[in-house]
């Protein structure tokens, strides 16, 4: 017995709203008639950030990244400790995350709830804050859904083994995106945004006397770099020594010549299922930016919350 058309069309409607249950509640102009000066204030605040602290859209990259991959853009990376509770921001891989990207997010949210209270989300925020400075460091522009919640738990046991480690074997990183739904490809494009950004001396240095793929007069800049790491542990490195503040494909073309900084970047030019990949994007910018807007257009919605799973914080840095 055939099913009516209105019957099958139910059913499916109903079994997609089960596949993507929270993407459906997003939309590109969620704040469009809830806070009409959304982009315009978020934009400001992006604007003065950066160039008062250039620095600021590597930071908020990195900060987006240790957000989202662990269990979801929900913001829950913003959140602070307390005696009863420690919080993600206070587990050890992320200790390092910059000031000025919780700052920018701080500003953001104080702009936008005197604007109109209690209506846009840490999430959204820091989720469109990391495109346009990706965009305006020369990177691509790609859409950001809006319409996310903040989490109300935020647990720092809970990012270990979540989040790649510059030290991790290269097969353990493919397998930790592989489990969250990314492709090995996606996984190489998205590791591209260590195009911005730096990394502290005791990430690396424990490499530089005994790795091979150093190139010999980078490894020997290297080793003088962080000659006084042990009295410094501040001092850190470029990702990219050739064009630092800009976002473009010289990570990957630096790789073939020796001047990865990581142990991980190394892994990526050496490993038989991400080489491909890295060669293709540093020989083609324009298609490390389409798979890289890509992926991040798919990070960004990645366990995101929306309803009653979440709530519109106040302060990015408590819990209502």
């Known amino acids: 017995m055939a099913m009516p058309k209105e019957r099958f069309f139910l059913i499916l409607i109903s079994f997609s ?89 701080t500003r953001a949210k104080t702009a936008l709830e005197l604007s109109c209270p209690n209506t846009v989300s840490c999430a959204d925020i820091l989720t469109i804050a990391t495109r346009d400075l990706v965009t305006m460091v020369g990177g691509p522009y790609y859409n950001v859904l809006l319409g996310r919640k903040d989490y109300r738990i935020s647990k720092s046991s809970y990012v270990e083994g979540n989040l790649p480690r510059p030290t991790m074997p290269m097969s353990k990183i493919i397998s930790l995106f592989a489990a969250k739904g990314f492709s090995v490809q996606e996984m190489v494009a998205l590791s591209g945004a260590h195009t911005i950004g730096f990394s502290h001396c005791k990430e690396f240095k424990s490499y530089l006397y005994n790795d091979t793929h150093y190139n010999q007069r980078f490894v020997q800049a290297l080793r003088n770099a962080c000659a006084d790491y042990p009295k410094n542990p501040t001092l850190s490195v470029f990702n990219d020594i050739m064009t630092p503040n800009n976002f473009d494909n010289k990570y990957f073309d630096n790789l073939g010549k020796g001047l990865g900084l990581l142990e991980s970047d190394h892994g990526l030019y050496n490993n038989p299922m991400t080489n491909p990949f890295v060669e293709i ?3 083609d910018e324009k298609k490390f930016f389409q798979d890289f807007a890509r992926a991040m257009e798919k990070l960004s919605v990645y366990g995101i919350k929306t309803g009653r799973r979440g709530e519109i914080r106040r302060r990015c840095d408590a819990i209502n």
Do not use: M, W
Request: hydrophobic share 35%.
């Open 17 to 105: 709203s089960l596949i993507y249950p929270s993407q459906s509640r997003l939309s590109y102009n969620y704040y469009s008639k809830s806070c009409p000066n959304f982009n315009k204030i978020i934009q400001e605040t992006v604007t003065s950030k950066q160039i008062t602290s250039p620095s600021t859209a590597a930071g908020t990259l990195r900060l987006f990244f240790h957000d989202c991959l662990p269990n979801g853009c929900d913001a829950s990376i913003l959140i602070s400790s307390t005696p009863f509770n420690s919080a993600e921001r206070d587990a050890d891989i992320n200790l390092s995350l910059p000031g000025d990207a919780f700052d920018l997010v």
């Open 281 to 283: 994007y540093a020989k």
